[in-house]
Nanobody, 115 residues
Framework: QVQLVESGGGLVQPGGSLRLSCAASGIIFKFYAVNWYRQAPGKQRELVARMSSNDDTDYGDLVKGRFTISRDNAKTTAYLQMTSLKPEDTAVYYC?????????WGQGTQVTVSS
């Protein structure tokens, strides 16, 4: 059974930082690309960051220079380090992994940026 469990969300003030984690089980994690998406109320889900199995990375324009995606294959866990957070970063953040047509999503974790 495949499971992706996100954690690390919460309430943070503008300018603050958070690190999200996505713990995977039931898959050969190192084969999979890892993606972080987010969805704010009333908006479409958008890609925030992606890391391939070869550690190539790509970021959405709104987060470039502020967010960093990483992975630890030994721990089968992916991370999203978020810095200089803004109120517009408020959303539910989802982890997704994909490989050769196999796609799995986590349940999401809420990030709220507010003073």
């Amino acid at each position: 059974q495949v499971q992706l469990v996100e954690s690390g969300g919460g309430l943070v003030q503008p300018g603050g930082s958070l690190r999200l984690s996505c713990a995977a089980s039931g898959i050969i994690f190192k084969f999979y690309a890892v993606n972080w998406y987010r969805q704010a109320p009333g908006k479409q889900r958008e890609l925030v960051a992606r890391m391939s199995s070869n550690d190539d990375t790509d970021y959405g324009d709104l987060v470039k220079g502020r967010f960093t995606i990483s992975r630890d294959n030994a721990k089968t866990t992916a991370y999203l380090q978020m810095t200089s957070l803004k109120p517009e970063d408020t959303a539910v953040y989802y982890c997704k992994v994909d490989w050769r047509g196999f796609v799995y999503w986590g349940q999401g974790t809420q990030v709220t940026v507010s003073s």
